[in-house]
């Protein structure tokens, strides 16, 4: 199994990004989709997740509104649209697969990318 992301980058805060991931060696559609992130001394929390179709999506209190995410799953790629970007976005951002029971736990998730970065900067 393997999750590639891609999308990060530097931005200054107000603006936005979209991260991308996709998912080869696995059933893509058998497995919710979550969006993570790690700052520098901090613990990895959970951004977004989608279930399998797309038809149920859940997010951090301090992203709603600002952050979208949708999964494709003919092409096994999930994304996260990210606006209004704040200092405090920055952060590793990780995509995981998984058959959660708490949607944005990330123990409760199976498989991983290796992240990339995201630097809100002025």
């Known amino acids: 199994v393997q999750l590639v992301e891609s999308g990060g980058g530097s931005v200054q805060p107000g603006g936005s990004l979209r991260l991308s991931c996709t998912a080869s060696?696995?059933?893509?559609?058998?497995?919710?989709m979550g969006w993570f992130r790690q700052a520098p001394g901090k613990e990895r929390e959970g951004v977004s997740c989608?279930?399998?179709?797309?038809?149920?999506?859940y997010y951090l209190k301090s992203v709603m509104a600002r952050f979208t995410t949708s999964r494709d799953n003919a092409t096994k790629t999930v994304y996260l649209s990210m606006s209004r970007l704040q200092t405090e976005d920055t952060a590793v951002y990780y995509c995981?697969?998984?058959?959660?029971?708490?949607?944005?736990?990330?123990?409760?998730?199976?498989?991983w990318g290796q992240g990339t970065q995201v630097t809100v900067s002025s």
């Open positions: 995981a697969a998984g058959n959660p029971n708490q949607w944005l736990d990330p123990g409760a998730y199976t498989y």
């Open positions: 989608t279930n399998w179709s797309g038809e149920n999506k």
């Open positions: 060696g696995l059933r893509f559609d058998d497995y919710a």
